[in-house]
């Protein structure tokens, strides 16, 4: 069983994944937390890269090209191929064979948050990104995703001062992203599912574990 979960910055995401973790361990299952980009040493080094709201090393590699610091703007496709090569990496070596080993995956944040952040965020063509995205994953999709929704003033407020690059985007922008969200959901109502992230912590974790022991039978 695939299952990931989804939503803005601050949408409570991390803790919940290890507690879902906790809980089906504690089942007698086998378990894989994973984060994205991450799980590999090029998802974390594609991390690095795309997280640092100074793009330092995209400056290093300007200068070293151009001895100027100026272009270091990431172009938005540009983004969505680092995503997406950490992706491709993290299916093949990671998701794919915990999956034939019989293991319970859990990932935070899978291909819905490329097309919420990099599709409806930054306004790449939805269908293109749809396209790259299931060559990425080969065609892989989440048998549950679990959508924590908050409203971005209020995400953005539980993560002031972590100095994320994606975090440091106008509200503009993380409105877009929740709207992409809401549209994914409504296309997929039987694999989302949706809470709502401004919740008590405990009251979200009882609602996530409610419905994924209904799944795990």
Known sequence: MFITFEGGEGAGKSSQVELLGESIKAQGYDVELLHEPGGTPLGEMVYSWISDPDSRVLKRLYSRWSQSTTAINLDSLAELFLFESARAQLVNQVIKPALERGHIVICDRFSDSTLAYQGYGRGLEIDQVKKIN??????????????????PEIGLQRTRGKNHRMENEGLLFHEKVRQGYHQLSSQEPKRFFILDGTKDKQYIQSKIWERVSKELG
């Open 134 to 151: 299931d060559i990425a994953t080969d065609g892989l999709i989440p048998n549950l995703t679990i959508l924590l929704d908050v409203p």
